[in-house]
C-alpha cells in the first residue's frame, strides 16, 4: 500500500511540475525535505525508471541479433552516469553562479531547481530508453528551460532585474553540461 502511494506522489510531482510549473515551484518551495530525501524519494526512483527502460531498450534492439549481457549493463550504467553526473555538476555550476548575480548561493534550493528542471529530461530518456527512433522528443528536454525560469523567482533571492539573465545562463550550462556528459559517457562506454 505504501508503496503506492510512493509513486502516485512520485508522478504527481512530474506531472505537477511540468503542467503547472509555477504553481509547483510554489509548493516546492514551501516543503521542508532534507537535499538527502530529495535525491532518495525523488530523483533516485526516476533514475532507476530511465536505467530499466535503456536496459529494456537494449534488449529489444538485441532481438534476432543475439543477447549480450554486456551491452544490457553498459546501457543501463551510461543512462545513469549520465543523469546523475549531469545533475551533480549542474547542482554545483548553478550554486556558484548564483553569488555572481546577487543572490545568496544556498545548495539545498539549488539542487531543488536544479533536480525539479531536469524533470523532462529524465522523462524523454525514459520514453527514448525504451524507443529510441522517437529521437525527435529528445527535444522536450527543452522545456527545462522553461520550468528552470519558473523556478529562479520562487527557489532563489536573485534580484529581479538578474533573474532572466541568471536563468538563461544557468539553462545553457546545465544542457551543455548533459550533452558533454554524455559524449564523454558515450566514448568510453564505446570503447569497453
Known amino acids: 500500500m505504501k508503496f503506492n502511494i510512493f509513486i502516485k506522489k512520485l508522478f504527481s510531482r512530474c506531472l505537477g511540475i511540468i503542467r503547472s510549473p509555477k504553481t509547483e515551484w510554489v509548493k516546492i518551495n514551501a516543503e521542508d525535505d532534507s537535499l538527502f530525501n530529495l535525491i532518495i524519494g525523488f530523483l533516485l526512483p526516476l533514475l532507476v525508471f530511465a536505467v530499466v527502460a535503456s536496459m529494456i ?3 529489444i534492439q538485441m532481438i534476432g541479433k543475439g543477447f549480450a549481457a554486456d551491452i544490457l549493463l553498459s546501457s543501463g550504467l551510461m543512462q545513469l552516469g549520465s543523469i546523475l553526473l549531469s545533475i551533480a555538476i549542474s547542482i554545483l555550476a ?3 553562479m548564483i553569488g555572481t548575480f546577487k543572490g545568496t548561493p544556498g545548495l539545498r534550493n539549488a539542487s531543488k531547481l536544479v533536480i525539479y528542471s531536469y524533470v523532462p529530461g529524465i522523462l524523454v530518456a525514459i520514453i527514448l530508453g525504451i524507443a529510441p527512433w522517437f529521437y525527435i522528443l529528445g ?4 522545456y527545462s ?3 528552470f525560469f519558473q523556478g529562479t ?3 532563489l533571492d536573485i534580484p529581479v532585474e538578474r ?3 541568471f536563468s538563461t545562463l544557468s539553462s545553457t550550462t546545465m544542457l551543455i553540461v548533459y550533452l558533454m556528459i554524455n559524449l564523454i559517457l ?3 562506454f564505446d570503447a569497453t
Do not use: T
Open 57 to 59: 531498450g537494449s534488449y
Open 94 to 96: 548553478v550554486n556558484g
Open 153 to 155: 523567482p520562487v527557489m
Open 163 to 165: 533573474q532572466s539573465n
Open 186 to 188: 558515450a566514448r568510453v
Open 145 to 147: 528551460f522553461y520550468i
Open 139 to 142: 527535444l522536450l528536454f527543452l
